[in-house]
């Protein structure tokens, strides 16, 4: 043996006498939330006669549990995420449509870890999550870096934010790369990360560097006729898929990391999606006015020591996850009365109530707003509405006023529970905090990703 190895045998000998002798490093807790935008349902769940467009998450998701009924509480990204962070209705903590910045006054899941001695980390991939809205609060480390994306728009971003070409996002490859540096990065024993990503969100292909079709490319057919509006939504529907796939690719480096760690730490995981997105159904595309199964009905996973493997089919929601959260980290939120329940246990299961979960139709700032489908009618959207899933996972929608008709699948036995529960909702909503303004920049940038205010 030469000198150097030696050594080395020397150093590996005493690092072994190290850890027999000495004690073991506790093991550490990892509770970590992986939102995935504008990701459907039938994407990631197996369908008759077609895999997962997901293989990678979806086998890691098979070690744990899978929730295949679960609904979001709106259809657009900051109202579902602020219902995750606070476990609160939108009408109740009043992030009720982008652009909203959430109160101070009220407390999130990170506030709670950090009071409780938990290494908070986050990486989010798009604009309407950013430090300005809120959803920073409680986070020690945290990336909202865009920059990958941005550069071949560089000068437009000079240029005032004038991002016409909305590239206000970052892709999944980077996302991991900072969520892997972030996981490098934290020492503590307990430790909190939330991962944002955005690939599934128009424009299509974008993400995979396939292409870029938005809604407004497939609405531009409309003149050309029927056959032609259905080719670019094709197109469109294909460069969706492919970047469902971008994002399994990245998710799995990530997932795969988490899993190499176990060891170490005792480890859970809530991957969820804050909404779907419409992709021809009722003629409509994209996701935000609409609380159809397309765009509520979204994947959802737990992968924890608490759960065994296998799929659960209650119906289930954004409100849940707050609760879950901070039980799977063993702490309680001060003077917190959720409505939600701990996903890790059965439900408890004595309430009359067909209704398991709510949402509602994001808000307004100006009256007479129109949703433009691709049947070239401009559908108007008026006030306030509210959707209740049903313990089938039926979607009844309606306000104070009454029930949306539906012929098919009315919920005429519970019609006066329903109305009443939305009165509710619209009386508190009225009482929540009215929205802060925003500035012009924010407001041009929420534009430019289709978030017409
Ligand atoms: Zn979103």
């Known amino acids: 043996m030469n000198r150097v190895a030696n050594i080395i045998a020397s150093l590996a000998a005493a690092a072994m006498l190290c850890s027999c002798g000495g004690e073991p490093a506790p093991r550490g807790v990892r509770v970590v939330l992986i939102t995935l935008d504008t990701l459907r349902h039938d994407r990631f769940e197996p369908q008759p006669g077609k895999a997962s467009n997901m293989p990678l998450t979806y086998a890691h998701a098979e070690r744990g549990m899978i929730f295949d009924r679960y609904y979001s509480v709106s259809s657009v990204t900051q109202p579902a995420h602020a219902t995750m962070f606070t476990g609160l209705q939108p009408w109740e903590h009043g992030i009720t449509r982008n652009g909203i910045v959430l109160p101070k006054s ?160 005792e480890t859970h995981i809530i991957v969820v999606s804050d909404h779907g997105e419409s992709l021809g159904e009722d003629n409509s595309v994209g996701h935000g006015a609409r609380l159809t199964d397309a765009e509520l009905h979204v994947p959802a996973f737990v992968i924890s020591p608490r759960v065994s493997p296998g799929s659960d089919h209650e119906v289930v929601a954004s409100i849940d996850i707050a609760p879950t959260l901070l039980s799977l980290a063993g702490v309680e939120m001060e003077s917190a009365a959720f409505e939600g329940r701990d996903l890790t246990q059965p439900r408890n299961d004595d309430a009359e109530s067909p209704f398991r979960a709510f949402a509602i139709r994001r808000t307004f700032q100006n009256a007479g707003k129109i949703e433009q489908r691709l049947d070239g009618i401009d559908y108007p959207i008026e006030g306030l509405l509210f959707g209740a899933v049903d313990e089938n996972g039926v979607i009844h929608r309606g306000n104070e006023s009454g029930l949306q008709p539906d012929p098919t699948r009315g919920a005429q036995a519970h019609r006066g529970e329903l109305i009443s529960n939305f009165s509710d909702f619209t009386r508190d909503f009225e009482r929540t905090e009215p929205a802060q303004a925003i500035t012009p920049e924010d407001r041009r940038a929420l534009e430019a990703l289709g978030y017409v205010q």
């Open 106 to 265: 009220i407390p999130t899941v990170t506030e709670t870890m950090k009071a409780n001695g938990f290494e908070t980390r986050a990486v989010v991939a798009s604009y309407p999550l950013t430090k300005r809205f809120g959803f920073a609060r409680g986070f020690a480390g945290w990336i909202e870096d865009f920059s990958h994306n941005l550069s071949s728009n560089k000068r437009l971003w000079e240029d005032h934010w004038k991002i016409e070409s909305g590239e206000f996002f970052e892709v999944g490859d980077a996302i991991s790369a900072s969520a892997l540096d972030e996981i490098n990065a934290a020492s503590a024993t307990k430790q909190f990360f939330w991962f944002h990503y955005f690939d599934p969100h128009a424009p299509y292909g974008a993400a995979s560097r396939a292409g870029s079709v938005r809604k407004r490319d497939i609405m531009a057919e409309i003149p050309n006729g029927r056959a032609s509006v259905d080719r670019v939504l094709g197109e469109a529907v294909a460069l969706y898929d492919k970047d469902v796939a971008f994002m399994d690719n990245a998710l799995n480096r990530v997932l795969e990391r988490l899993k190499q760690d176990e060891a170490r730490f």
